[in-house]
């Protein structure tokens, strides 16, 4: 245990070094993926109306969310399949196999280099957006506590297996691309980055409860803005702990079975 732990770390060390040499691309990068939500609370301040809430949200709240939902997302949501499932068709995965690191540690020091990164890289955007919005509506506290910091740990385990678990369908398809662009409808419409859940049909928000995506950003912001607390708070927080085992254990059996079909010969 304690040599894979040096090992891990050895990994950390090299991918933190790796993407402190492309921070201008993180940063481009970080900027494409929140503009929306640096945008909507425009949108919605227009809508209000003169109106005092909506749904539970007022102005100041629904803005604070809109900030903290960027802020959240750079470290939480993973986009690792991508990469896994290209290298699974390209054959490339055959030297990560041969090395004494498992593919999992590799792959978890690789994204949270570049999660912490883009999340640091975000927090000076992310004072500037709460100043600029503060000129027009009273903002909501912030509560960055303990509950708040466990909240994303988890929220980001629950997107990382989930997105580990998505790569290993590379084992069986021959085109992957279509299915992890499906995967980003649902994905971001049921984890709140759209719109708050709470503003959504009941329907829906009965499907959002039944699904991981929910248990990534939403259930952190809304820790962060208030709208979780006390026992509620930490049944979403237990929530979280189940779908990371559940992805844990659907990414393990996806791999498994994969990689008895591996050739590495690429395509």
Not at 95 to 120: E, G, I, K, Y
Not at 213 to 226: D, K, Q, S
Request: glycine fraction near 6%.
């Amino acid at each position: 245990m304690r040599s894979l732990a040096s090992k891990v770390l050895a990994l950390l060390k090299i991918y933190i070094a790796d993407s402190l040499a492309y921070r201008a691309s993180a940063f481009i990068w970080m900027l494409t993926d929140v503009v929306h939500c640096l945008v909507m609370p425009l949108v919605w301040l227009s809508a209000y109306g003169g109106r005092e809430a909506i749904a539970g949200y007022n102005p100041g709240e629904m803005v604070t969310y809109y900030v903290m939902i960027a802020f959240t997302t750079n470290f939480i949501v993973s986009h690792i399949m991508w990469e896994v499932a290209w290298e699974i068709k390209e054959g490339y995965l055959s030297q990560w196999l041969l090395r004494p690191v498992p593919m999992v540690w590799r792959l978890v020091a690789q994204n949270l280099s570049w999660r912490a990164l883009r999340m640091v890289l975000f927090a000076p955007v992310a004072v500037l957006a709460l100043w600029y919005y503060g000129r027009f509506t009273t903002l909501s506290p912030i509560d960055l506590g303990g509950a708040f910091w466990l909240s994303v740990l988890l929220g980001h385990l629950v997107s990382f297996f989930t997105a580990y678990a998505l790569a290993a369908l590379a084992f069986w398809l021959q085109e992957t691309q279509s299915v992890f662009s499906l995967y980003y409808a649902p994905m971001l419409l049921l984890s709140g980055w759209v719109a708050p859940i709470a503003l959504m049909p009941s329907w829906l928000q009965v499907v959002a409860i039944v699904f991981p995506f929910r248990y990534t950003t939403a259930v952190p912001v809304e820790i962060a803005i208030g709208k979780l607390q006390g026992e509620a708070m930490w049944t979403e927080i237990s929530l979280q702990a189940l779908w990371v085992v559940v992805g844990i254990g659907a990414a393990h059996l996806l791999w498994r079975k994969g990689l008895r079909q591996y050739t590495g010969v690429g395509m």
